[in-house]
């Protein structure tokens, strides 16, 4: 079993920048895909961006594309998503997954808070 630990959430200015890390531990001698999730306050969980496990696809939605950059160390079991141009809908709880591929997350993290202000 893989566990997943986030980080890098905090307060940042619309249009400013954030990195957020997930960090994954147990089980990771297999294969898995990783990706992105937020929940917005009275909102359902979203799909953000996924990435398989060589790194050769890489998904985003559309409401972060051309923003938002997906990476993967497997070397260091570590996943990031850069995030450039912030604006205050991006304000949501991020959660880290991971799964047999892109499409499927089974394994979660515990979120990390993102807010972006005015």
């Known amino acids: 079993q893989v566990q997943l630990v986030e980080s890098g959430g905090g307060l940042v200015q619309a249009g400013g920048s954030l990195r957020l890390s997930c960090a994954a531990s147990?089980?990771?001698?297999?294969?898995?895909?990783m990706g992105w999730f937020r929940q917005a306050p009275g909102k359902e969980r979203e799909f953000v961006s996924g990435?398989?496990?060589?790194?050769?696809?890489?998904i985003y939605s559309g409401s972060v594309r051309g923003r938002f950059t997906i990476s993967r160390d497997n070397a260091k079991n570590t996943m990031h998503l850069q995030m450039n141009s912030l604006k205050p809908e991006d304000t949501a709880v991020y959660y880290c997954?991971?799964?047999?591929?892109?499409?499927?997350?089974?394994?979660w993290g515990q979120g990390t808070q993102v807010t972006v202000s005015l």
């Open positions: 997954g991971a799964g047999p591929d892109t499409s499927h997350f089974v394994i």
């Open positions: 147990g089980r990771t001698s297999s294969t898995y895909a």
């Open positions: 990435i398989s496990w060589s790194g050769g696809t890489r």
